[in-house]
């Protein structure tokens, strides 16, 4: 076996002698290749298995708007298109009822309006305006001195053609806004289609430039509570009448469930506002009252309006029997439930009518 060995190797070296070159050759390539799988082994790296990355989603944060302020009329509850209107000066037209009278004109529009008896058992109405302008109001009569109490509590201006003597020696004191026709006749006028004392009238283009002149340009007083309409589903007071003296006076109310206000009647009629129709407060409400007549510049009806008394409150189709308080001139008269809180009432306009329960009025309702 070694002699094989040997024979094979001196072969092999006999070859390299003859062939120098391609010897070379070979051991160059060999170590090229070698170098290479050397490289290949160090730098070579297997891919990793791939990773499933989530993209974590964004959560959307609702977006909050700013509060839209919202104003509401201290004198109705309604609302009204900025602060400036709820600050609006407040005024009043003392409005006549008599026969000869009608139809009136501007009480549709008002916000709140107050009835009375002047004299004879004749009514009539002290309208209160804010933001409601109508166009024309009238026939504008004389005041009262009770109607000086409910006025007060309203920072607001009345207009009017003179008064009782009371009545004008209140008004006159400095302590009101007296827009009487006496002193500021350019703000009034007569009419021709109606014969004196029934056809004085006004409207707020002169109203509101009489304010501005006096300085009367804003109103603060105390609201009542209001409150949105709650219409009941089965109305225990569709048809209210009211007793306040006679016929020709006594008034009517039927529930309106489709726009939840009650439709005015006088007379044995509807009510009607000349340019308006027919008159339909969204709340109507009806004080006791006592009231006796005095000789004072004549004969003159004193009605109290000091204290308390019970009260029957309608809207949306139900009554509310509680009681009315005042504890003063300046102060607002309250409508006050069986546990003595106040009412809240309808935004809307709210007729309060003052019957003579020691005289026979009263209010009834099916």
Not at 48 to 72: D, H, M, Q, W
Not at 177 to 206: C, I, K, M, Q
């Amino acid at each position: 076996m070694q002699g094989i060995h040997r024979s094979i190797l001196g072969r092999f070296r006999s070859w390299t002698h003859l062939h120098h070159a391609a010897t070379a050759l070979i051991v160059v390539f060999g170590l090229l290749i070698a170098s290479g799988l050397t490289a290949f082994a160090l730098l070579y790296h297997p891919p990793k298995p791939a990773v499933s990355v989530k993209t974590p989603v964004a959560t959307l944060k609702p977006t909050i708007l700013p509060a839209v302020a919202v104003f509401y009329s201290p004198l109705t509850g309604e609302k009204v298109p900025d602060l400036a209107t709820t600050q609006a000066v407040v005024t009043g037209v003392m409005i006549e009822n008599s026969p000869d009278a009608r139809p009136q004109s501007g009480l549709k529009s008002a916000g709140v309006v107050y009835e009375a008896i002047a004299e004879g058992g004749i009514t009539r109405f002290m309208a209160l305006y804010q933001q409601e302008k109508p166009a024309l109001i009238g026939p504008v009569r004389s005041l009262r001195i009770y109607d000086i109490d409910w006025l007060a509590p309203f920072q607001a201006g009345i207009a009017h053609v003179g008064g009782s003597a009371a009545a004008l020696k209140q008004i006159r004191n400095g302590s009101y806004r007296d827009l009487d026709e006496f002193f500021n006749g350019s703000s009034f006028w007569r009419t021709t289609d109606r014969y004196a004392p029934h056809n004085v009238y006004t409207d707020f283009a002169h109203l509101d430039a009489l304010n501005n002149k006096k300085g009367y340009t804003t109103s603060t007083f105390t609201a009542w509570p209001r409150k949105d309409d709650t219409p009941s589903k089965t109305p225990i007071a569709s048809t209210i009448n009211v007793t306040i003296s006679s016929a020709l006076y006594n008034s009517k109310y039927t529930y309106d469930a489709a726009n939840n206000d009650y439709l005015r009647y006088q007379a044995g009629a509807p009510h009607l506002d000349r340019e308006q129709g027919q008159i339909s407060p969204k709340v109507v409400i009806v004080m006791d009252v006592h009231e006796q007549t005095v000789l004072q510049d004549g004969y003159r009806e004193q009605i109290t309006t000091i204290g308390t008394g019970r009260a029957r409150i309608f809207q949306d189709g139900t009554v509310i029997t509680g009681t009315w308080s005042k504890t003063d001139s300046g102060s607002q008269t309250k409508f006050l439930d069986g546990s003595g809180k106040e009412i809240p009432l309808n935004r809307g306009q709210t007729w309060i009518t003052a019957v003579p329960v020691n005289r026979g009025g009263g209010v009834t309702w099916q």
